[in-house]
């Protein structure tokens, strides 16, 4: 008998079991993904579309004094929003105090999550100081926010301590309801959504990168400018978009600390909601999303926000 020759490649393929052949499902590859999405949808298109829609449409409905809602098909809202003098200084205003916020809080939340991610070895101790830092959210905004009049007011903490210190003759009427204290606000409550995302960006760098660049004559400041800032840019990226329409759309702030004296477009809308003039504050709301829509998809376009996800 002679031996058996091998098979060629092709006729080895054809040979092989049906049983390693990956079996087809009969309800579709994609059935099971799209039931279990399917809730998530649901919640997304109740929760977030429809209310959506009904305030597009709304915004292009009529108004009087004591009929809030006229069905009709009308531009005049957006016509006022784009048109009028004060509307423009409004979004400019909130524009200023999101550069000024977002500059303020990168640099304390780049900080402060260096400062946990590179010398606080310990898990335990980096618990602990997050929970340190999550201390003043157990409690309202409002809250936080009136807390800060007793210390800046006229006859305040602060003020007392500037005239007894003789560093000032008198109280300074800047530190509350001013642009000063409403930056003060945001930065008191937003600057931890900043350090969450570059914190868990920084948690996920190789340390061993930044101990080549050290042992290549690299200092600390040019490891931050050429290792760390590049690999936290996902974080930074996240926060920032955290921060930037947080403070877009935050009224409660500048009313507590703006007193009256400091206007934006989301104490605007809140404004004209109160007054009951719902097609006006519905176009001013559209605009905005449309604002914050776009500053987002820039922020994304920038930076790859994915390898976060």
Known sequence: MSAARPLPLGDA????????????????????AYLLVAPLALVFLVFFVVPIGLVFVVSFFEYE????????????????????????????????????????TFVLGFALAYFLAFYVRTPTWQITLFLICTIPFWTSNVI???????????????????????????????LLYSDFSVVLGFVHLYTLFMLVP????????????????????ASEWQVIRHVVLPLAKPGIAIGSIFVVTIVMGDFVTVNVLGGGKVASIGKSINTELGYLQFPPAAANAMVLLVIVVIMIVALTRLVDVRKEL
């Not at 200084?89 to 550069?99: I, N, V």
């Open 13 to 32: 393929a054809a040979a092989e079991p049906a049983r390693r052949q990956p079996r087809k499902r009969s309800g579709g590859p994609d059935s099971t």
């Open 198 to 217: 570059i914190f868990n960006s920084m948690s996920r760098i190789d340390r061993s990168l930044l101990e080549a660049a050290a042992d290549a004559g």
């Open 144 to 174: 936080r926010m009136i807390s800060w009049i007793p210390l800046l007011g006229r006859n305040g903490l602060v003020n007392a301590a500037l005239v007894g210190l003789g560093i000032t003759s008198e109280p300074q009427e800047w």
């Open 65 to 104: 004094a004591y009929d809030m809602l006229i069905p009709a098909f009308t531009f005049q809202n957006y016509i006022d929003v784009f048109s009028q003098k004060v509307t423009w200084d409004t979004y400019l205003e909130t524009f200023q105090f999101c550069a000024i916020v977002w500059a303020i």
